[in-house]
């Protein structure tokens, strides 16, 4: 079957503009995550959706970072006013519904950001 | 806060030979899970073994085996037979409770014919 997508693959935006990003999860998958991995950070946890409830955002860096899910699949990484410290990959995962399996994530290829 | 430590940022092995990558943890939790993730330069994040904190029997995939100290937080990867396809960047994770993945640092594996 089809794997996690993400769009763009990569995405070159001047300082001050505002981007979104763009992640499919495996149909069925009921947790998403977003993930940012940059050179001086490592990987590092941005957002987390399960389900119906509430997002946690307590890894998202800065007020400019929000997302969302809709319907419970697609999700939109939006980063307002961007600076060239944003430059980085995001990389977004999902998760199955199955008890014995959820704790396994799939991930997408990613999206490069450069922040000129 | 859970962290996850490689101490090698780089590891060289030969075709056909084994390499072994160290990876520690600390929690304070019981109950967790700790993986191996393989990137490639496609960037895409591979899966290539897990293992549940409540089990004693080290986990095992093919060429691939992991070491799990639970007392010693210790959980290194054991690759066999390493073929050139083996190259790429090796992240350690651990995970709490269908939560968010916690990575270390990496460490990149070069394999040399």
């Known amino acids: 079957g089809a794997g996690v997508s993400q769009s763009p693959s990569n995405k070159v935006t001047e300082k001050g503009k505002d981007v979104e990003l763009r992640c499919d999860p495996i149909s069925g998958h009921t947790a998403l995550y977003w993930y940012r991995q940059s050179l001086g950070q490592g990987l590092e946890f941005l957002i987390y959706?399960?389900?119906?409830?509430?997002?946690?955002k307590s890894g998202l860096p800065s007020d400019r970072f929000s997302a969302e899910r809709t319907g419970g699949s697609v999700s939109t990484l939006t980063i307002q006013r961007t600076q060239q410290e944003d430059s980085a990959v995001y990389l977004c995962?999902?998760?199955?519904?199955?008890?014995?399996?959820?704790?396994?994530?799939?991930f997408g290829p990613g999206t490069r950001l450069t922040v000129t | 806060a859970q962290t996850v430590t490689q101490s090698q940022p780089e590891m060289s092995v030969q075709e056909a030979e084994t390499v072994t990558l160290s990876c520690t943890y600390d929690t304070s939790e019981s109950d967790y899970y700790l993986f191996w993730y393989k990137q490639p330069p496609s960037r895409q994040m591979i899966l290539v073994i897990r293992?549940?904190?409540?089990?004693?029997q080290n986990a095992t995939e093919n060429r691939f085996s992991v070491n799990f100290q639970k007392a010693a937080k210790s959980f290194s990867l054991k690759i066999s037979d390493s073929q050139l396809g083996d190259a790429a960047m090796y992240f350690c994770a651990y995970q709490h409770s269908g939560y968010a993945l916690n990575f270390g640092k990496g460490t990149s594996l070069l394999v040399t014919p």
């Open positions: 293992q549940e904190a409540y089990k004693q």
């Open positions: 995962a999902s998760s199955p519904r199955l008890a014995e399996v959820r704790n396994e994530q799939y």
């Open positions: 959706f399960q389900g119906n409830s509430a997002p946690d």
